[in-house]
């Protein structure tokens, strides 16, 4: 098992990734090309894995980091994926995942 502190750093690096990915493509685009949109899945799933991870190492986290919704989106994508939604696959990464990033490499520098 990981070190909380790579799980988190593994966090912050997907989202980087995942915002990254979606950067100047809009919705219709990014909803048309396979493989933007199966990395930014790929990317979520991370996340959500390096959160539940830290979840069974015990490890705390601040409020504003919405745990349940990170892990739940990784779960539809890994068990439920029919129900995956372009549009909110696009949103997290355009939207959330660039916020996360930031929280987390701030969390980091607090920690160290």
């Avoid at 493509?25 to 996340?47: G, K, L, Q, S, Y």
């Avoid at 894995?49 to 490890?59: D, I, N, P």
């Avoid at 980091?65 to 909110?88: A, C, E, F």
């Amino acid at each position: 098992m990981l070190e909380p502190a790579q799980l988190v750093a593994d966090a912050r690096d997907y989202a980087r990734r995942a915002a990254r990915f979606a950067v100047g493509v809009e919705p219709e685009v990014f909803a048309a090309d396979e493989m933007r949109m199966a990395a930014v899945c790929i990317c979520i799933i991370v996340i959500g894995e390096a959160f539940s991870q830290l979840g069974q190492q015990k490890v705390v986290f601040p409020d504003d980091i919405p745990i349940p919704q990170i892990k739940g989106m990784r779960n539809i994508l890994v068990h439920s994926y029919w129900l995956t939604d372009d549009r909110i696959v696009y949103n997290v990464a355009r939207v959330y995942a660039p916020i996360l990033a930031d929280r987390l490499d701030h969390l980091i520098r607090e920690v160290s």
